[in-house]
């Protein structure tokens, strides 16, 4: 069936659960419909474009029985997966450094452009990178405290235009990270790579983590995934390359999409799958939010002034 808008769909008593999968600056819309709904929800990412609306999205999900699902898909990507599996279980000690690299082609065009202009994506930084800051949070297992960055244009959008307006996003950043139990984090972004490369690496007390990703468009070659451990004389030290079955990795992000689906279906029938949750998504968003602040000024920005 089709609808003619979401509070429809909402008020149809059809259906058990939401995918909301809107343009990110209309997902606090249609969040403060779909909120008061005992429906599950799943949100993709970023929660919202500004930090006022993931505030209010939080407080409109305090004490709310039914599921509110923060769509973070990377963490389900094979070699991040197997990371996060290999952090949790301390197999390179406490985590002191995390850097992750992500060379890319430009942004792939969405419904009017949409995700080229600042006012509809709260920057670049916000619209495609929240989610390293989710896995970078994650390994860090603290609060941000310090968040520095340079951003900038290089002229991939250049041509881009929309009602007269040239696109204004940045294409290429550096973003360093403290983090108040003494982790320190970088990420590093850029659109002008004609090949897909990205890189996270973990380094902990006892050893070293590297889940990397490569894929050749121009040679249409499949992507190729490993994850590598590195303990030195704590251990064996191990490089494996990993992926789900080539039907499900056809499903977007090397297989993340089809199984975050099916862990927020697990969830829905009492299987107890683990998820994002907002608060992790606000976090997410306030690193990248911080970093966009500090490429416009120049200047560190402390997380709890800027709170």
Excluded at 226 to 248: D, M, T
Aim: charge should be negative; charged fraction near 25%.
């Amino acid at each position: 069936k089709t609808y003619r808008d979401h509070r429809e769909l909402l008020e149809s008593k059809e259906i058990d659960a939401v995918i909301i999968a809107t343009p990110n600056f209309t997902h606090v819309d249609v969040l403060k419909d779909a909120l008061q709904t005992e429906l599950a929800i799943f949100i993709e990412k970023p929660l919202c474009t500004t930090i006022d609306d993931c505030q209010k999205v939080i407080e409109w999900s305090q004490n709310r029985k039914s599921l509110v699902w923060m769509g973070l898909e990377y963490r389900y990507m094979p070699p991040v997966a197997g990371l996060i599996n290999i952090v949790k279980s301390g197999g390179v000690g406490k985590i002191h450094q995390v850097s992750i690299r992500e060379h890319r082609e430009p942004f792939y065009s969405k419904v009017d452009n949409w995700n080229r202009f600042t006012e509809k994506t709260g920057g670049t930084l916000v619209e495609k990178c929240c989610h390293y800051f989710d896995l970078i949070n994650l390994f860090a297992g603290a609060r941000p405290a310090r968040v520095y960055a340079s951003a900038g244009q290089s002229g991939v959008f250049d041509a881009l235009t929309r009602d007269g307006r040239k696109s204004d996003i940045d294409d290429n950043a550096f973003v360093v990270i403290d983090y108040d139990n003494g982790c320190r984090a970088n990420f590093t972004l850029n659109m002008c790579s004609p090949d897909f490369t990205e890189e996270l690496c973990v380094v902990g007390t006892k050893g070293r983590l590297i889940a990397s990703e490569r894929f050749d468009m121009h040679h249409a070659q499949e992507a190729k995934t490993s994850l590598s451990l590195e303990l030195g004389e704590h251990g064996a030290s191990r490089e494996v390359a990993l992926g789900y079955a080539s039907v499900i990795e056809k499903s977007g992000h090397h297989g993340a999409t089809y199984f975050e689906h099916a862990a927020f279906l697990d969830r829905l029938e009492g299987l107890g799958s683990n998820a994002a949750t907002p608060e992790q998504g606000l976090w997410s968003m306030l690193v990248a939010s911080a970093a966009q602040e500090s490429s416009k000024t120049g200047d560190a920005v402390d997380l709890t002034g800027f709170i």
